[in-house]
């Protein structure tokens, strides 16, 4: 299944996941270059939110950018595998080498805003994230490296601890939904 069409299966969690998806469509139908950075306005990043296989702790890194601590995701930057991307970003960003999808399904669909910053010397503009997110596990005994262009620190959270590392108020409401979810779901 390409990745449209998995975005048009995804049922909703809430209202605001049902938006967010109405608004992703809206941009499928009328962008081009979402998979890309070519389009200023929006386009589609691919996010792991990842736990410990107990579902007591997240994988988190502390993001340069939004000086918070973050979970791991990026660009599609073309790639249509929406899950290898949340893979790949995740080990790229925590070093972490054992990793698996819980599901190969969307997790969660988010329109995110991202502030103007300077990223590499560059002057970013503000634009949206259509965040494709999955539910990822890995084992918290492995290795953890920084990625020092993109974090400072990578460390596992207690899940009920979240909102007291991360900065961003709008993220502390993504991530209580994603635990919700995982109580009521998984």
Known sequence: MNWIEEIKEYIPYNE??????????????NFNNLLTRENPLAHVSSSGYIVNKDR??????????????SWTGGHADGDEDLLYVAIKEA????????????????????????????????????????????LLEADENDEL???????????????NEIANYSTEEDMIKLYEKFNHKIINLY
């Open 56 to 69: 007591t702790k997240v994988l988190m890194i502390y993001h340069n950018i939004y000086k918070s601590w």
């Open 145 to 159: 490296t920084i990625k020092e262009d993109e974090n400072s620190g990578v460390k596992w959270i207690p899940i």
């Open 91 to 134: 080990k790229e960003e925590t070093g972490i080498k054992h990793i698996k999808p819980i599901s190969d399904k969307i997790f969660s669909l988010d329109v995110l805003p991202v502030p103007a910053h300077i990223k590499r010397e560059k002057n970013i503009a503000s634009h949206l994230h259509l965040s494709v997110a999955y």
């Open 16 to 29: 605001q996941e049902a938006a967010d998806k109405e608004a992703i469509i809206y941009a499928i139908t």
